[in-house]
């Protein structure tokens, strides 16, 4: 079995597109704030210590096990810590502008094949949360 390349202008376009949203200011910053978390050995205990709990306590969560006011409370005090932390704040706050710009270019390249052509402004002010939400707006 092979995997077939994209088209060679496809290719190019997209690396170009790349090219773009790494050349921003923005995206320097976000790789700055990024970089400087992953050399904070603290941050990154405390930020895999909160996603760990918090994944356990959903766990439970969603099995129907309730949970204990120590476990909330151990969860709570975990999670100030890591915000109160500004590398790691400043992470996290790099991590959601990363997801935003991923989003971004992830809806208009599905408008692109939903429409059959390149998207404009008025494609996406159809007021509609997307494609098969069902909220008639």
């Given at each position: ?33 990024i ?67 991923q ?19 008025q ?15």
């Amino acid at each position: 079995m092979t995997t077939q390349i994209a088209d060679p202008a496809i290719v190019e376009k997209t690396r170009e597109l790349c090219q773009t949203i790494v050349a921003q200011p923005e995206f320097q910053s976000i790789r700055n704030r990024i970089d400087a978390f992953m050399a904070d050995e603290k941050a990154k205990t405390q930020y895999q210590n909160v996603m760990e709990k918090g994944e356990m306590l959903q766990q439970k969560q969603q099995m129907g096990v309730p949970l204990t006011p120590d476990e909330i409370s151990d969860f709570e005090k975990n999670r100030d810590a890591l915000v109160s932390n500004p590398v790691a704040r400043d992470f996290i706050d790099a991590q959601q502008a990363m997801q935003k710009v991923q989003e971004s270019v992830g809806q208009y390249v599905a408008k692109t094949f939903e429409l059959g052509r390149a998207p404009t402004d008025q494609d996406f002010d159809s007021g509609s949360c997307g494609s098969g939400c069902g909220c008639h707006h």
